[in-house]
């Protein structure tokens, strides 16, 4: 059995007086499908944000292959170049066009030649099904294409572990499918990833691990049937219950 | 009626005598005012990034105070140089630094001159471009500053290759501004003995008093030279801005994909059709 990729440990954060998580702790191993689900402003996006660094946690270690990268004077580059991330908003580098937008990340830091850039961020391309448009530039494309580019520029930096912000929330009804079936076909693959949703069907079918967030703490974990079907906890219970009255 | 034809005549008079002379002028005012926008172009935005370099608490001391220290150093310079006539700054820099090293280094000759000039207009520039820029930077969605640090880009990185682009594009118009204000503002270097447009005019019509007649030409000639950089301004924007129409790549041509890719969701929990999950057991 090959180690953790990543451990949260203890993390707290708070933004002055306001603490937003409160000692977090959980693991991630390679193959893992996360989901963190859990209503509005419980700190889940802040979770994920900690864990990439964009956040500075207030206390607690996040450890990448041992090393707590969170500690001062870490640059975390370097690790941020093996953690991808997806956000809710896209954000595709709106001066360039998509396949630009897949390769400038390879080429800047990872360094490699533009031709293998290229081919790589093709094999990626083609696997979202974006493939045709990498002339277009990201202010061309629909929600759902830019998030299927966000997707595979991610990809493109051969990611050990990716990260999902409620990657389906800013997309119009009809083009969560696509999305959500390109990270079902990734969970396949066996990527690890940790993903941040309100899509309980994909938390449910798709992730082997949910943890359910509420106010800044992890009120229950578990695998899915677990979770869904029997949740201990009387807050996962009162959550859940909202998605299926519906 | 009578007049205007006289003003033409006078004017076609001065400039068959003196043409090479306003010419000469033309040329100097537009190399001076090009290379003094480009120079305080990279100034504008040298400041402009390290402006806006983050740090935060958790950041060791001497980063911090030394990030602090630039900043304020930053803002004394754009502080200094935009709050003083430029006039005055040509004067201040080309004296000063002969009386400060008593004669040893001075602004020697034409080229001295030419030196004393470019270094003030430019770091005039440069001082107004500092803002701008710093504008433009701001203006920039931090989303876009995230995506490019979640696939580990560094401060230099992220800001060359993604964010000063767009600021670039978004600060067009204040270039084109400086560009323009350049061209006129120029003429204030005459009193370093800077041979421009306008110090042209003064030699012209100290000779033969045709104030008016050579102030006439001045004026065609800097609107033609203002209105041809507000017209090649515009142009390279629109350039800037790229195509509005893109090419699908695909291999075999007579497919169109566009709207027809087909997704490989239906039947499954995330068909787009049926949204709401039912737990396999639904009824739609």
Request: net charge neutral; with cysteine; aromatic share 8%.
């Amino acid at each position: 059995m090959t180690g953790p990729i990543l451990e949260v440990r203890h993390l707290s954060k708070s933004f002055g007086a306001n603490v937003v998580l409160r000692d977090i702790d959980f693991t991630v191993r390679p193959g893992d499908v996360t989901t963190i689900i859990g209503p509005s402003g419980s700190g889940k996006s802040t979770l994920l944000r900690c864990i990439n660094l964009l956040e500075t946690p207030t206390s607690g270690e996040v450890v990448f292959h041992g090393d707590n990268v969170a500690a001062r004077g870490v640059n975390p580059t370097v690790y941020r170049s093996k953690v991808g991330m997806v956000f809710q908003s896209f954000n595709l580098f709106n001066n360039m066009t998509v396949l630009d937008n897949c390769t400038v990340g390879q080429r800047k830091v990872l360094k490699r030649e533009a031709e293998a850039a290229r081919q790589n961020a093709m094999q990626y391309l083609e696997q979202v099904g974006m493939a045709p448009y990498i002339n277009a530039r990201p202010r061309q494309l629909s929600g759902g294409q830019k998030q299927r580019v966000a997707i595979a520029r991610a990809l493109a930096m051969d990611p050990e572990v990716l990260l999902f912000d409620e990657p389906t929330s800013a997309l119009d009804p009809e083009m969560v499918g696509e999305v959500l079936t390109v990270m079902q076909d990734l969970a396949r693959r066996g990527m690890t990833m940790l993903v941040v949703t309100h899509e309980m069907a994909f938390a449910r079918e798709v992730s082997n691990h949910v943890v359910f967030m509420a106010d800044g703490v992890i009120a229950e974990e578990g695998a899915p049937a677990q979770l869904f079907d029997a949740p201990q906890n009387p807050r996962t219970r009162e959550f859940l219950s909202r998605f299926r009255g519906a | 009626m009578d007049k205007l034809i006289q003003l033409g005549s006078d004017m076609a008079r001065l400039w068959a005598a003196h043409s090479p002379k306003y010419l000469l002028g033309v040329r100097n005012t537009l190399i001076l005012a090009i290379a003094a926008t480009v120079i305080g172009c990279l100034i504008g935005f040298l400041c402009g990034v390290l402006n806006t370099i983050p740090y935060t608490r958790q950041d060791p001391l001497p980063k911090r105070f030394a990030l602090k220290l630039v900043r304020v150093l930053v803002r004394a310079y754009v502080e200094v140089f935009r709050g003083t006539p430029m006039m005055l700054q040509a004067v201040f820099i080309y004296y000063g630094l002969p009386y400060f090293t008593d004669g040893a280094v001075a602004f020697k000759g034409i080229s001295g001159i030419w030196v004393a000039s470019l270094l003030v207009v430019s770091i005039n520039t440069g001082a107004y471009m500092a803002e701008s820029v710093r504008g433009g930077i701001i203006s920039i969605d931090p989303g876009q500053t995230e995506g490019a640090k979640a696939i580990g880009m560094n401060h230099v990185q992220t800001m060359t290759a993604v964010i000063l682009p767009q600021a670039l594009r978004n600060i067009m118009p204040q270039i084109g501004n400086n560009l323009i204000i350049n061209i006129k503002d120029t003429s204030v270097m005459f009193i370093i003995g800077f041979i421009e447009f306008f110090a042209q005019h003064r030699n012209i019509v100290g000779v033969n008093n045709m104030f008016f007649p050579s102030a006439s030409i001045e004026m065609i000639g800097y609107l033609t030279m203002t209105l041809t950089a507000s017209f090649l301004l515009r142009w390279a924007e629109k350039r800037m801005d790229g195509d509005a129409n893109f090419e699908l790549v695909q291999e075999d041509a007579l497919t169109l994909s566009a709207g027809t890719y087909s997704h490989p969701d239906r039947g499954t929990p995330f068909d787009e059709h049926s949204r709401e999950y039912t737990g396999g057991k639904g009824d739609n």
